[in-house]
């Protein structure tokens, strides 16, 4: 059983939520994929429907990123992320742009990997990369996140491409860069796992330490945020945030997802892994995403808040569905059934906004 069957009963969930992004003053956001990939919004008005009432903010999930863009040394390609663009303003959402740097295999242009040059120039290329996307996007998107991912779990910066060719400093130029061809976006630096790991923590507040010595013009973090409902802890989370609004950078949570089952540790409750989103499961999940969009207010100041985004519309369009977790039942993680039911997470998300008790 995959994600777009559920055993819950829209009926009893009680979601009835009638415009989330209505209920906080801060972007709402969603991911989408785009054109030919797999649940695109543009061939479903059932999905644009539930983009259009629910959300205020728009993140590509894939067509943003570095090789779609500028797949060749001269060649930028900006029709999709254009179009993508048209659709967020025709509708009244803003944009958040992802991301202009990330060492993934997938993403990385093949012209950079085979590229052979000293750390001079390969800063050079990445400054020309960097400020002619974020010139193109300037007065159009509302944020981007300029680096993503570039601190490895366990601590220490990721010994990526990129790393090994200029060392840290990639990071720092990077925003740098594109704040001098974009004097207004929020830049943000974003990564996965560092509201759950302290080693990774620590590195990302060294490197923000850093960049505030040297007066790097970071607006704020990107906690991706694909968490577990049993990991890590509300605490955990908040204190991760506090790093960050103890420096007086914004929080932005990027890519919000919760799946029922954890695959990486034992099932989320005792026993076999939960192979149905029964109505015990589902609200069990409303809860827990109500407690950290809870604590994500509580702990963030209101101008210190970037917003909240989900990566991805339903559930059976997860990243967590695909290929790489086929077989380890990280179901469920979205506000959205595989018909766009809403499902008891919309309702938690929404009663975490609104300040109500989290039940
Ligand atoms: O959801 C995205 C998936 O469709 C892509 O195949 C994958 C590789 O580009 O990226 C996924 O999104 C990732 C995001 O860009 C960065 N943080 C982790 C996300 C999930 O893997």
Request: hydrophobic letters at 40%; aromatic letters at 10%; a positive charge.
């Amino acid at each position: 059983m995959t994600g777009a069957d559920s055993g819950w009963s829209e009926k009893t969930s009680g979601a009835d939520v009638s415009k989330l992004s209505k209920l906080a003053k801060f972007p709402v956001g969603v991911s989408l994929a785009y054109g030919n990939e797999a649940f695109s919004y543009t061939n479903s008005p059932a999905q644009q429907a539930v983009i259009k009432t629910h959300f205020s903010q728009l993140t590509a999930g894939n067509i943003m990123k570095m090789s779609y863009l500028h797949p060749a040394p001269d060649t930028y390609n900006f029709t999709q992320a254009d179009d993508f663009l048209k659709f967020a303003r025709d509708n009244g959402k803003t944009l958040h742009a992802h991301t202009l740097i990330w060492h993934s295999d997938y993403q990385v242009p093949a012209f950079m990997k085979n590229y052979q040059g000293d750390k001079a120039a390969w800063l050079a290329i990445l400054k020309t990369h960097v400020q002619t996307i974020a010139t193109h996007f300037s007065g159009k998107v509302a944020s981007l996140d300029v680096v993503n991912e570039a601190i490895n779990d366990g601590g220490g910066y990721r010994n990526s491409l990129f790393y090994q060719k200029t060392g840290a400093d990639y990071i720092e130029q990077a925003v740098i860069n594109a704040r001098a061809v974009d004097q207004k976006a929020d830049l943000y630096y974003n990564d996965y796992n560092i509201e759950a790991d302290a080693a990774k923590l620590r590195t990302l507040t060294g490197m923000l330490d850093g960049f505030k010595a040297r007066s790097v013009p970071v607006t704020g973090v990107g906690f991706q945020m694909h968490i577990y409902m049993d990991y890590p802890s509300v605490s955990t989370i908040s204190a991760a945030f506090k790093q960050a609004v103890e420096r007086k950078l914004k929080v932005k949570i990027t890519e919000l997802d919760i799946p029922v089952n954890n695959p990486f540790s034992p099932p989320y409750q005792a026993g076999d892994i939960q192979r149905e989103l029964t109505p015990a499961l589902a609200l069990a999940q409303k809860k827990r995403y109500c407690e950290v969009v809870k604590a994500y207010r509580d702990t963030v100041p209101a101008n210190l808040r970037g917003g909240v985004t989900v990566w991805g519309v339903s559930d059976p369009s997860s990243w967590l569905i695909s290929d790489l977790f086929k077989n380890a039942h990280a179901d469920w993680p979205l506000l959205f059934d595989g018909a766009y039911r809403q499902k008891p997470a919309l309702r938690g998300v929404a009663d975490g906004l609104s300040g109500k008790p989290c039940i």
